[in-house]
Nanobody
Framework: QVQLVESGGGLVQAGDSLRLSCAASGGTFSLHGLGWFRQAPGKERVFIATISRNFAIRYADSVKGRFTISRDNAKNTVYLQMNSLKPEDTAVYYC?????????????????WGQGTQVTVSS
């Protein structure tokens, strides 16, 4: 399994942008499907975006058009560019990995998780 470390979270105002990064180590990064999830206080962890080993992409409806997932296999890193942030985007953001092809949008499909990074959007 790969080990994942997220970074890039912080406190921003509504309408601002942030880019989250998730660096992987300990595995063959290019063969993993990758995902971003988030968990708001008192709520379940929910799917945000995923990118397959073949660069296919899927987004949750709540972020489509505002967030962009990408991966750089040379840097073993997956990114989440977040634009036009809203207060309801406030959550802990997690990246996840699975050694498998295809697109996966449920948390149970992933077997490696980062520790999370806090994103807070003020109104």
């Amino acid at each position: 399994q790969v080990q994942l470390v997220e970074s890039g979270g912080g406190l921003v105002q509504a309408g601002d942008s942030l880019r989250l990064s998730c660096a992987a180590s300990g595995g063959t990064f290019s063969l993993h499907g990758l995902g971003w999830f988030r968990q708001a206080p008192g709520k379940e962890r929910v799917f945000i975006a995923t990118i397959s080993r073949n660069f296919a992409i899927r987004y949750a409806d709540s972020v489509k058009g505002r967030f962009t997932i990408s991966r750089d296999n040379a840097k073993n890193t997956v990114y989440l560019q977040m634009n036009s942030l809203k207060p309801e985007d406030t959550a802990v953001y997690y990246c996840a990995a699975v050694f498998s092809p295809g697109l996966y949008s449920t948390s149970k499909d992933y077997n490696s998780w980062g520790q999370g990074t806090q994103v807070t959007v003020s109104s």
